[in-house]
């Protein structure tokens, strides 16, 4: 059974703070992907990396891919109250485990204005 | 989450009574998942499906919950004789082929109340 961790679960920080969200697992990983989720809404894809030690930019977003793929992080700069919200990391299995996500049990990140 | 269709929004069942909930992928998808998400916590995989075949149903209970996707028409998960412990948010996401760089896209997903 893959697992992923994540951690912290809650965090809560003034605006125009740093955050880092990590997402660990003991097993290998094709993809990570993150994704965000409002209240009372779905998941809205962020980022997929794919090659071990990937870097991703996305704004003030950046996401890094372990080099083994087994786990990987978000980090904010200068947050805003806009980025608050639930934080999930899910992980596509290799391909004989199929297309399934296993996810994370997410970060629930408040910025404070 | 434009796309994937999920209906209803809200559904509230008597314990005993039969809960079905619907899923139209997004165009030119043709494989469905079903996760399950308890208050404060992460997606739960339950099913995988693609046309008129269910490809993987490891995190499906082994009684009262179904799913099928037929030829034509959208995906339907289906819970008999509801109890309190199904009450959850259920979401449905879509993919092309394999997600890898494109990701799913998940619809806003059915609230199911059990009274």
């Known amino acids: 059974t893959q697992l992923l961790e994540q951690s912290p679960q809650f965090l809560s920080i003034q605006e125009g703070e740093n955050l880092t969200v990590y997402c660990n697992s003991s097993?290998?990983?094709?993809?990570l992907q993150w994704y965000r989720q409002e209240p009372g809404e779905g998941p809205v894809l962020l980022v997929t990396?794919?090659?071990?030690?990937e870097v991703k930019k996305l704004k003030r977003l950046t996401f890094q891919f372990g080099d083994a793929r087994k786990d990987s992080s978000l980090h904010i700069t200068a947050a805003q109250p806009g980025d608050t919200g639930l934080y999930l990391c899910a992980g596509e299995g290799v391909k004989a485990a199929g297309n399934k996500l296993t996810f994370g049990g997410g970060t629930r990140v408040l910025v404070k204005p | 989450n434009a796309g994937v269709m999920q209906n209803p929004r809200h559904l509230v069942r008597r314990r005993g009574q039969e809960a079905r909930l619907r899923c139209s992928p997004m165009k030119g998808h043709s494989h469905v998942y079903w996760y399950r998400q308890l208050p404060e916590e992460g997606l739960k995989f339950m099913v995988y499906l693609q046309k008129e075949n269910i490809i993987d149903e490891s995190g499906m209970p082994k009684e009262r919950f179904s799913a099928e996707f037929p030829k034509e028409g959208p995906s339907i998960l289906r819970i008999q004789q509801v109890v309190r412990g199904d009450s959850a948010a259920y979401f449905c996401?879509?993919?092309?082929?394999?997600?890898?760089?494109?990701?799913?896209?998940f619809g806003s997903g059915t609230r199911l109340t059990v009274v």
């Open positions: 996401a879509s993919s092309g082929l394999l997600a890898g760089d494109h990701g799913y896209t």
């Open positions: 990396v794919v090659t071990g030690g």
């Open positions: 097993s290998v990983f094709s993809s």
